[in-house]
Each structure stands twice: as C-alpha cells, then as structure tokens.
C-alpha cells in the first residue's frame, strides 16, 4: 500500500507573497513519522510539484479557500476507485461537507488517530470519521524531513514548537481548531535539530511560539547552545516588551513577522485583538534595531473600520516606522469563527461563499487568495483589492532607502542569505504585481 500526502495551493507564481518563502508542510511530516514501516509514503506538493497522483491512499489537507480545488481532485480519484483522506481545517469544521468527496474524514489534529487510520487502512475497515483534540506533544514524533529530501523549497529549515494560542481573536481559525496551548519537550527538539542545518537561519513555524515563559528561557537556552540564528512571527506585545526582546536577540533571533494587524484601535477592538492596543511600535522597531533584530509588519485590509483614506494613512505611517519587510492580507471570513457568525446574521457574507456559484463583487480576474467573498462595511470591494496591489507595490518598493539600511545592517552582522532574501522577496513581488495591474488593466481596456 502506498499512502501519498497532498498539500494544494493557490495561484502560488501570481503575486502571491508567500511564493518567496515557501516551506515544508510540517504537519504532513507528522502523519509520515507517525505511518507503518510496510505502509510507503510521498510527498505531493504543489508549492514545488508538478501535479501528479501516485498512489492507493491519498490524504489531502486543506483550508477553506482550497476546498473547491481539493474536492474536485479528490472527486476523480475516488472514481478512480482511490481512497481519499480529507483533514485539516475545513474539514473539522464541516466534516459532513468534506465526507461528500472523501472515504474518511479527520476532524481535529490527525496525529492523535493517524497509527489507528493505518491499522484500519490494511484491515480494510476504514472508518468515515476520526476525531482528536489537543494531543500530547511529549508523543509527537522528531521531524526527519524525510518526505522533503528532494523537493526544492525557497525555506527549508522551518521547525514547530508549539501548537494553539491562548488568543481569541476573532477572525483566527487556530485558537478554534488547535485547542489548548502548548510546548514541545525541549529534548525532542534538541533531536529535531540534527535534521536541521544550523549553520543557517531557521524559521519558526508557530502561530504564537513565546506564550509560556519557563518554556522560553528554555528554549533560549537551547538555541545559545547550538548557535542558532533564527527568525519568527511574533505578537505586538511580545514585540514591544523590551526585555523580551533582548533575551530573544541574546539567543539568536535575527528577524520578526509582527502581527500588527491595524493602525486603527476600532479595528483590533472590533477583533478581539486587545493584545494589540496601546503598543508603542514605532519604539519597538527602534530598539530592535539597536539589538540586532530587523521586523516586518503583517498587515490585515478589509476589517470594519477599513477605509480607503484609513488604508493610505496606514500604509504610509508604516513605512515611516522603519519596517523592513511586509505581508498584506486581506480579510478571509471563514466557517467557524466568530466573524464568520457575525457577517452571517447582518446579511454580509453567503453561508457557503467556497463553493457558491455566485456572482462576487469583487474583481474575479485577481488570484484567488485576494478574492473577497463578503461586502466590507466601509468600502467597495472592487477598490479594496486595488489599494492593496498598490500598498504591495508601495511598501515593497526596492528603491526604499529603509531596505538598503536594513540589508546593509544584516550583511553587517553576517546575516547574508537574509539580505539577499529580503531583497529578492521585495523585488519578485513588486514585479509581479506591476505585472498582474498591467495585464488588469488590458483586460479592463478590452
């Protein structure tokens, strides 16, 4: 028998931002540890594969926005008479819905029954659903990156630590569907590291990796040892506590991904995002820099106090506070969520807008990710995507003098490969925005 993984992506050469730091799907590796001996395993992965199906079992994850484009791969291989495993997000959410184009269906994080999926797999008494919540890290297994070995990623040395977050912000998936918070034994990722070259920078791969304190200033501890350079996501306010910060920088960090969100107090007010208010950010990007830590802004358009002059002052007040680096989100409603609940019952968003064969107002000719599938409160759909391809092409500009400040400060301190990333990332997209304007604007001529 032969299990192969499958991880599906979006339009990812169109603008997409992610195409310049595409990596390993690490849960996909769990299932791989955790698969039997006499079961054979492999990778398909879109970000790096040309699509084709090899195999008896195929075990897709997906996302909400993927779900059309999964079901309908999964749809043809089951006429094949293939078995279809459907996980991930989406399908803990609605496991009824995924279960029409698949054999089975996990509901919660699959490592918890993926040693009982096999074991029924070679019976041949698979079951429609299994479900599992909140499992012991202390059991997940160490990492050989054994499916990733010849696949060509832009990242390739990314580990998790942790799993769930203690927020509750309302347009998040992960504190819904990953439970509790928690911590990875700091033997196992000890072990985890030789599969790892620490002679580069490593990237965390967590939603929110320094919640616990004691697991901090073991994990520090840790990375000082082995020497590790690394890079994150961060929350505001870890950002902006100074200490931590030092202590972060001490041990190794080099960059952070800061979830800024919104400039705007109604904005993060509106989401729950309270760990966000009252930050002085602008003083944490300075300080930063002074220990040797350069920051991007993860930005989110399109919440309810999003206006087109709102959305121009923020994107020029960012740049002004000496970002090196930028992601742009726009706002994705999905299933599950509170947001999701509250756009429901004011009439704003269609009950089922990923597989809805309506009309959106939005402009369909743009990648699939900068789709918007609910009306903004506070500005037309249309405009909202065009300002943010120009905040990409604003804040990813190449010819930021901040850019070449910060470039030269990480050569300076040995940091080459991310100098060289941060150029490349900034220059890719900015051409291939330009690039995806020009070809709308032809279209629209015509």
């Known amino acids: 028998m032969k299990i192969q993984f499958v991880n599906l992506v979006h339009e990812l050469n169109r603008a997409y931002p992610s195409y310049n730091i595409s990596m390993p799907p690490l849960c996909l590796e769990v299932l791989a540890e955790l698969t039997p001996k006499d079961i054979e395993v492999s990778l398909l992965d879109e970000q790096c594969d040309e699509l084709n199906f090899e195999g008896d079992v195929f075990a897709f994850t997906l996302a909400t926005q993927l779900a059309p484009k999964v079901y309908h791969y999964a749809d ?37 029954v993926w040693p009982k999926i096999c074991e029924d797999l070679k019976k041949g008494s698979l079951k429609k659903k299994y479900s599992s919540r909140d499992s012991d890290l202390s059991m997940s297994p160490v990492l050989t990156r054994k499916l990733f070995k010849e696949k060509n990623y832009h990242v390739k040395n990314t580990i998790m630590l942790t799993r769930g977050c203690p927020y509750q912000c309302t347009f998040c998936v992960s504190s819904k569907i990953l439970g509790g918070y928690r911590t990875r034994p700091l033997d196992k990722i000890e072990e985890e590291l030789k599969y790892l070259d620490t002679r580069k920078i490593i990237c965390l791969v967590d939603d929110h990796p320094f919640h616990d304190e004691k697991f901090n200033d073991g994990l520090f501890a840790l990375f000082k040892k082995h020497k590790i350079k690394w ?36 904005n993060n007010e509106s989401i729950l995002k309270y760990q966000n208010l009252s930050k002085n950010v602008a003083e944490a990007i300075r300080h930063c820099e002074k220990i040797g830590v350069s920051s991007g802004a993860l930005l989110l358009f399109g919440l309810d106090y999003d206006t087109e002059d709102s959305i121009k002052e923020t994107v020029e007040e960012i740049r002004k506070m000496g970002f090196g680096f930028f992601n742009i989100c ?27 064969d309506k009309d959106y107002n939005h402009n369909g000719k743009l990648p699939g990710y900068m789709g918007i599938y609910y009306t903004p409160k506070s500005i037309d759909a249309k405009r909202l995507q065009e300002l943010c391809l120009w905040s990409y092409i604003r804040l990813n500009s190449t010819l930021d003098p901040m850019m070449y400040k910060i470039m030269l400060k990480n050569i300076m301190r040995g940091n080459f490969s991310f100098a060289g990333k941060l150029f490349m990332g900034r220059f890719y997209l900015t051409h291939q925005i330009r690039k995806l304007r020009r070809e709308l604007n032809r279209k629209d001529d015509s």
Not at 239 to 266: H, R, W
């Open 76 to 112: 043809i291989l089951r006429k094949q008479g293939k078995k279809v495993i459907l996980g991930g997000y989406h399908p803990t959410i609605l496991p009824d819905e995924a279960l029409k184009h698949a054999d089975c269906v996990v509901v919660g994080e699959a490592e918890g």
């Open 231 to 266: 890079v994150t996501q961060i929350t505001a306010d870890r950002f902006c506590d100074k200490e931590f910060m030092k202590k972060a920088a001490d041990a190794g960090c080099i960059a952070v991904l800061v979830g800024v969100e919104s400039l705007n107090p109604k």
């Open 330 to 356: 726009l706002l994705r409603v999905y299933p599950g969520t509170v947001i999701y609940e509250q756009m429901l019952k004011e009439g704003r968003i269609e009950k089922e807008w990923w597989i809805s």
